[in-house]
């Protein structure tokens, strides 16, 4: 076999989704299922899909030339459903489908064998959404709404037990007038949440290469440092949950970047809808980003939504002046500006500026991309220190980054709260003397909570919203 034909067969992961302008015809939704299936069979490719009237969201695994052959053959799928339904013009030799599917590929760890980080089933399924930001209510829920429904009881009851337990720790039990209000100000927010109607017919988020978010940041940033502004002009805004952002963000000098701190996607909304988020974002421009981009596609449209609506948390607050989005996400950016290997030295002079610091969380086998951001600490990029790392061990502070600790994430070894199971960061020094959950009890081991002494259920508490400023 040739050289040429020996390179794509290296095992790659692709990450992608689309959102069609008149999105799917629903009569041909287990039609195209079956197309999938039928392709990533024959192609050997295992991964997860969703199908929706919206259009589709994916990460599949298997050799470079499959995974590349599949995407061809899903954009003439795609023409064939899709492009009849929009118009009858001629689109000359362009492929209209480059501007609405998004596709990724991704590099593999070296530090773990490939076998394990490739899916080892394949599963397509029809959805509601692309990406689910609201969740469902009892009349759209579909066959397993009885299941949704416990489920939904049982969080709510999670979630009052523990903001009671808050409310007592931060004021006192005497002051139960404050607790009242506090508990009238959330249910307040998730009744706005749940009656903003139509949002997804509002305007996306405006694109933003990798390229052209760099440039409009560092410029702000610039701007920022000569005092141009009386405060930020701009803000960014992670939408992802608080276990990816422990281990690699965005931070832009002199710039604030608000962190949800969600455990869910589906609790964004709630977040977005605070005091500390609505501070932050009202009149500024907003830069949103997530790992691959297919959130910030609902979250761009519901946060133009919510603040047009002049409810809750936003009642009387000034409409974000521009809302951004970075195209492809931070898997996108980093193959611009992020490095595979060790991060370069301080002094090198052709160091690209890059804003991102640390690993990019994924949701596949590998738990982490290779691509690491070694993001700068001042607008200068050859002489300022870079930062590749942000994660701390909850028990000892040092730094670290990884919830595997050395161990593929198939092997199920990673650290979590015995109480409620989020991923939590624990060295290696420390990951000895606690006990994961699910792990056995031992003597002179302690169990491993989120809140280092206590769970604090951490995520799933709207008012964890904050505000940082690098």
Known sequence: MSTTDDIPTKHMIALYYCYPPAGLPKDQLEPHKLFHQETCTNLNLGGRIRVSEEGINGVLSGTENALREYEASLRKELLKLVVV???????????????????KYCHLRNDIPT???????LQVKITREVVSLIEPTPQNQGKNKGK????????KRKEKQMQEKLAEASVGEDDSSNNKATAVKL??????????EDWKNNTPAQHLSPEEWNNKLLELAQQEEEGSFEESEAVLLDTRNIYETRVGHFAVPQLPTLFPNTRKFSSLPLALNTEEA??????KQVFMYCTGGVRCERAGTYLRALSDSNSGAWQGKEKPKAIFQLKGGIQKYLETYGEQVEPKSDDDADAKPCLYRGKNFVFDQRRTDPVIGNGITSKAASDSERVSSVGQCIICSKTHDDYDNGFSPCDEKEARCCRCRVL????NDCRPNVRSCGEPETDNVTDLLCGRTTCIDEGNIAENVETVRF
């Open 278 to 283: 609505a501070e932050a974002l009202a009149g």
């Open 148 to 155: 949704r429904c416990r489920q939904r009881r049982k969080q």
């Open 424 to 427: 939590v960061l624990v060295c």
């Open 187 to 196: 249910a307040a927010a998730k009744e706005v949440v749940v009656n903003i």
């Open 115 to 121: 076998e394990q980080q490739l899916f080892d089933s």
């Open 85 to 103: 339904v929009i118009d009858d013009n001629d689109h000359d030799d362009d492929d209209p489908t480059t501007e609405w599917l998004d596709i």
